[in-house]
């Protein structure tokens, strides 16, 4: 019954995240991004200065022996400049016969340290993040990252909170309508004086047409891309390799809903016997233009 | 004389990031002469205009306005310094972006459609009358 009122909760709260979205998107002039389909990995592209881009994404899997979990994570991107992106995440979960919580937040911000563009560009990232051992987010594996840790009651695991700084290089590249892109990520936990944690991102898309069709078309091929992504855990300072984490790998693919937000759908596969077996992700973004230009219009 | 010696290079290292950025006025002191020169292949394409407006529409809009007359501190890209340049030039402006004064790198749009945005940015340029008689040519 509490698992079947969690799930209600959940269902209620994702119904009217969806509806302020679809509220903010009617209100605003909306546009397209220029991101690749990727979940967990970072290209280079930031977002445009002025510009906000709200996203609702989720990953459902079930650890095994565990109960299936379902996150939702709300994120608001926003381009500060040409050469710096700022973000803020918020998370909660619920996992079936448990209950339904809010996990913590994270802040990230993103760096072009280059002015031009070049065959791999590098970017600089750094995020706080304040979450408990609940969170099931899933936006990065770093360090021994194991499904058990997922098989955690919510009572229990909400209990402990932490509280770390993630930094990621990012090394991307795009050539001939391809792009690739390698994360190197670097976590700590500031509450302990534990070990560095270490994880790895790839990612390689491309849309389906090069070039754009001259005709209006809700299903032309420029406005799907395809792609893959490998992540997973690198072990800790104290043992660094690929023994005892967990690793993922699967496809992606998104599509520009024409005239409205993009959505991005994609399936990972655990490669490991520490991974999930299968993390289902779904990601509904939507970019409005000039966000407080807008607003200042509006007063 | 220690101390004279740290102040003139403060002082230095202060004025070092003016000046570069005094000097860093225009984006097109920055493109090379490889790119200055390539060429557009979607020129004379049928379609090109009617296909960069749309992406126009999609990505540049929000910052150069609809009629691509610009909007607050966004430029207008109806202006001779636009206009007058070359195809090449336009294409790298895209690729590269200008981030310091806020024009984002579209490097990851493919290079058909930034060649067909670029298309679509310079038939701005022309009169609606010059525009009917490009196309009419291009039928030919």
Known sequence: MRSLLGYAQATVNIRHGLCCLVLIFLLQGVCFSQEPPYFVTYSQVL????????????????????????????????GATGWWTTEVYLSGQNTA??????????????????????????????????????????LEVVGNDNQADLRVPNSEARQETERSLETKLILSSNFRGWNVSENFIAEKDLNESGPWEFGYALGASRPLALAASAKECAFC?????????????????????????????????SYD???????TFGVNFGLTDNSVGTIYRFKLSYE???????FKRAQ | MRSQLRRYCALLLLATPVVLWATDQSWKNHVSESDRSR????????????????VFADHCAKCHGVDALGNGKRPSLRTPEVQEAKDGELFWLLKNGFLRRGMPSWSSLPEPTRWQVVTYVKSLGLSSEDHSSERKDNRK
């Open chain 1, 221 to 253: 091929r420029e406005r799907f891309m395809v792609g893959a992504e490998l992540y997973g855990g690198l072990g800790t300072t104290d043992g660094f390799g690929l023994k005892s984490t967990s690793q993922y790998a699967g496809p992606t693919i």
């Open chain 2, 39 to 54: 060429t557009n292949p979607y020129t004379s394409h049928p379609d090109a205009v009617a296909a960069g407006a749309r």
């Open chain 1, 288 to 294: 409005i233009e000039q966000v407080f230009r807008s």
């Open chain 1, 257 to 263: 809903i024409p005239k409205g937000p993009t959505a």
């Open chain 1, 47 to 78: 977002e445009e200065p002025g510009n906000l881009e709200l996203a609702l994404r989720s990953a459902v899997g079930t650890p095994q022996y565990g109960n299936q979990f379902r996150s939702a994570t709300l994120e608001l991107e926003y």
């Open chain 1, 97 to 138: 016969n448990d209950s339904t919580i809010f996990t913590g937040y994270r802040w990230e911000n993103r760096f072009r340290p280059l002015p031009r563009e070049h065959f791999i560009n590098p970017v600089l990232y750094v995020e706080y993040e304040n979450l408990n051992e609940a969170d099931r987010s899933l």
